[in-house]
């Protein structure tokens, strides 16, 4: 799994009949700063994933992908490959807190 | 999942027989600029997915990778690793539009 | 699935039982060209697919990854990761013929 | 898998139910050493795994990604990508040990 | 798949009980070099894998990642996401021979 901020949201209209009412949001991985250690950093990438859990923007999440992405009740059977597993709470790399809610 | 736009289409005549009849399109992720945060990047990479929602070039694309690229009703036994699910109509980043179709 | 051009062969006498008499392939991917958007251009990447379909150095192939590479009646119980789905007649990006066989 | 350091832990409140009671650590995973090919590298990235066998910070640990993470007795139907598999005990390396627990 | 060399061996004790008496290698993804194509050149990463054919270091060797790794009858029912499927005797590229066994 990774840790994401949630940036976003994303609106399809016209999509695989199974996705009609499922929230889409954008999300970017965060990493632990390599040379620092006591914070995470922004990674540049973009991903968009299924939430089931309630997240908004700018909250952290954990985040599931490929075939697991399905072994929530919610998206049993959803063409999707990650999904929103966790709001995180809080982050502890070596001893300090790198992230709280 | 990832954003991405439609970039053109492939076609082959000799193929494993099970993907006769369906259509082949190249499409490039994009991704959320690093720096700005109000617009969508393109990443230089090239995906062939297949597509069942009539999308066409230049249409923003969300891609579904993986085994739950067989998740659909079209694609279900399909020796695919990545489908359309949904024609985007707008992506919001950071309570601005990023991408509206 | 990805773009690849057909570079060559592996030959491994001693293997899991079930790969005999499975050709294997090495293949390049390719990719559009980022700035002139009007060809294919290498990505230096090297990967071992298995061919069924009687594809040839120099030919441009179509490569599914993951589970959905065991779903042709050849390789359904195979180990393996990547499988020829098809040889390209031609890729058209952004309205030109960037590969024609 | 893939060879990686234990560096901290996730606390998550808010998840998918099947989740609770499950230990998530963040782990950086590790290579070989290119030049020197005499020790293990961090590589950076950040990851969070599942942990069944007490791991903790600074262990090394085996990872499993994908579907397969949930082959083990306790994570058989969560959605997870990631588990640990093992502690490392020693990594040899061209003929020297270039990690021992 | 990918070509590989084995570099080592992890040894680890404490572990998922399943990977008991599985012997478990340190190999290093190669590729084609791009501009010379008359070898193979290592690409610096390190992955760890199941080994059942007898494989040792400095062998060539061919991986499969992901669920079809569990595709041999040693690994059905294992928590691990790559293995040794083929020990490498020659690997032909543009008409040249660029490993023997």
Redesign the interface.
Known sequence: ???AKV?????????????TGHK?L?V?P???D?TR?DR?V?T??????VD???AG?DDFV?I??????????E?A???????V???????????SV?YQR
């Not at 940036?7 to 996705?19: C, D, E, I, R």
């Not at 599931?64 to 009740?73: I, K, V």
């Open positions: 799994m990774f840790l940036t976003g949201n994303v609106v399809a209209t016209q999509k695989v009949a199974s996705m889409l954008t970017e965060y990493r632990v390599e250690r995470l922004p540049g990438r973009t991903f968009v994933v089931t859990l309630g923007v954990l599931c992908q490929g075939s697991s992405a399905r072994l929530t009740p998206t059977k959803l063409p999707i490959d990650a999904v597993i966790g709001l995180v709470d809080t982050v502890d790399v070596g001893g790198v």
